[in-house]
């Protein structure tokens, strides 16, 4: 069975870092994309970055590029994202996401972890 | 990077038939049959149900039914149950320009 648990949100004051982490389970962590889904309170989805199986290709949503950095490690089964410079925008729930065989949709979802960003 | 556009809300009755649309542009719906859609219900997380434009996962039954047709995609959910209540986002591959784009998010109510 795929699990994909994330850990790590919390309140963050504006201007700070954070990094948030995704322990998978139930496949071969190693063979596919990953992605962070990012879904504000009350409001739609956004896809936040996308790393492929080596982690030698990363992606970025224009609202976190140059702030936010995913990296992987595969040896561990971790999934991570580094949050810097984080702005009150940014507030939502993140979403681990594992990508399909085609890693052009993403099959399995984490329950999410809550990143505040607030004085 | 804009969103893809989807109405804000749908209703339907048990047993009726709805249809959501995901319209985009010629640099994403229009060009990739790579449009998936996600079901969602409040307080969990949003789960697969159409992948490639067509294709259902494994265990996601055939209800539920994705096309596309220049830069618009639909989902159709025939035989409208009471668990389909929802909310539903479409989402397609946009290229260099916007790697990955979601819809705004549908609401399904079944009246």
């Known amino acids: 069975e795929v699990q994909l648990l994330e850990s790590g949100g919390d309140l963050v004051q504006p201007g700070g870092s954070l990094r948030v982490s995704c322990a998978a389970s139930?496949?071969?962590?190693?063979?596919?994309?990953m992605s962070w889904v990012r879904q504000a309170p009350g409001k739609g989805l956004e896809w936040v970055s996308l790393?492929?199986?080596?982690?030698?290709?990363?992606y970025y949503s224009d609202s976190v590029k140059g702030r936010f950095a995913i990296s992987r490690d595969n040896s561990k089964n971790t999934l991570y994202v580094q949050m810097n410079r984080l702005r009150a925008e940014d507030t939502a729930i993140y979403y681990c996401?594992?990508?399909?065989?085609?890693?052009?949709?993403?099959?399995?979802w984490g329950q999410g972890t809550l990143v505040t960003v607030s004085s | 990077q804009s969103a893809l556009t989807q109405p804000a809300s749908v209703s339907g009755s048990p047993g009726q038939s709805i249809t959501i649309s995901c319209t985009g542009t010629?640099?994403?719906?229009?060009?990739?049959?790579?449009v998936s859609w996600y079901q969602q219900h409040p307080g969990k997380a949003p789960k697969l149900i159409i992948y490639?434009?067509?294709k259902r996962p494994s265990g996601i039954s055939d209800r539920f039914s994705g096309s596309k047709s220049g830069n618009t995609a639909s989902l159709t959910i025939s035989g409208l149950q009471a668990e389909d209540e929802a909310d539903y986002y479409c989402?397609?591959?946009?290229?260099?320009?916007?790697?990955?784009?979601f819809g705004g998010g549908t609401k399904l109510t079944v009246v």
């Open positions: 996401v594992k990508g399909g065989r085609s890693w052009y949709y993403f099959d399995y």
């Open positions: 989402c397609s591959h946009g290229g260099s320009a916007s790697f990955r784009v």
């Open positions: 790393i492929d199986t080596t982690g030698g290709n990363t």
């Open positions: 139930g496949f071969t962590f190693g063979d596919y994309s």
């Open positions: 490639e434009v067509i």
């Open positions: 010629s640099s994403d719906v229009g060009s990739y049959n790579l």
